[in-house]
């Protein structure tokens, strides 16, 4: 039996992050729109491709601020995110409010 897409994420995202493959995470960058809010914001690193340091072992983004932290500056500076902003998107607007 051929295993289908879905199975394959299941199985990947089951897995601990450290030990993704290169493969696993393409598998997941290709497949981003199926995550859940939560799992996006958990492979949120991988997503963006973003280079990750090891630490207590979790993967966790270099110098990244979290997508929630983002959305509260974005909304004190009087911007509202819209629903499924990318936290690139998120930083350019704040990026550009702040010049």
Known sequence: MIKDWQDTLRDIL???ISSLTERDKSFIRARRSYLTPEQAVYYDAII???PT???DN???PTN?????A???KAKELGFKA???MKRQEIQQMIDSINQ
């Open 70 to 72: 983002l959305i509260a």
């Open 58 to 60: 979790s993967m966790k």
């Open 82 to 84: 819209r629903a499924g």
């Open 14 to 16: 089951s897995k601990e």
């Open 48 to 50: 963006m491709n973003i």
């Open 64 to 68: 990244q601020v979290s997508y929630k």
């Open 53 to 55: 340091t090891k630490t």
